[in-house]
């Protein structure tokens, strides 16, 4: 795996979890019920000194799975640096900071900017980033990421905000590669269909020819 590269990360899995503000038992409990859907990626914001703890109980659970978990909303350096400590395979952010960018592969794990622009997808790829977070997906809608697609063909894109089962096939559907979900984990009514779309990114994977 190159230093940029989160494609040995999300390995035809369709679909990326995101626990956010909960306990570290909420953390891990959450963390097992995606990883028992086949939901294999997880990201823990780490926006409090409490989420770093979260964090560091996932990381934990996940390696006995022999499964990832990733730090979310990593603003700077030294969060970088206290999420590698955690145990993090990656770090993602709202937006892009080139130092943060840095810090991480400085670190050894690849980071996930958030854009929102073609201006900024494109200073992301300047920099030797090719999978980006596409931050408001729900306000972006599925058509931004065809349209971004013409010019900048190589970027693999992350669907981030506002995603439920309801909708997250449209994005995909638009060439987005991995759909992230919040509270949608925590809803019965969305759970076998979160779970559907999880299968059929490693149906896929895994697909002769």
Do not use: C, Y
């Amino acid at each position: 795996m190159t230093a940029h590269d989160f494609g040995p990360i999300f390995d035809g899995a369709r679909v990326m979890v995101i626990l956010r503000d909960l306990p570290p038992q909420e953390t891990v409990r959450l963390a097992n019920r995606a990883w028992d859907l086949g939901i294999d990626v997880v990201e823990v914001p780490v926006r409090t000194p409490e989420a770093m703890e979260a964090l560091r109980v996932a990381v934990q659970a996940g390696r006995d799975r022999d499964r990832i978990v990733g730090a979310g909303t990593v603003f700077d350096p030294a969060q970088v640096r206290q999420a590698a400590g955690a145990g993090a395979a990656f770090t993602v952010a709202p937006g892009l900071d080139l130092a943060v960018v840095d810090a991480a592969l400085s670190h050894g794990i690849p980071h996930l900017p958030g854009v929102a622009t073609p201006t900024e997808a494109q200073r992301a790829r300047d920099h030797g980033l090719v999978w980006l977070k596409a931050f408001p997906a729900v306000s972006l809608g599925p058509q931004w990421f065809k349209a971004v697609a013409g010019p900048l063909p190589e970027l693999r894109f992350v669907a981030t905000g506002g995603i439920d089962a309801g909708n997250a096939a449209g994005f995909l559907a638009a060439g987005v590669r991995v759909v992230a979900v919040g509270s949608a984990l925590s809803d019965p009514a969305q759970i076998d269909r979160l779970a559907e779309l999880a299968r059929g990114g490693r149906e896929t994977a895994v697909r002769p020819g």
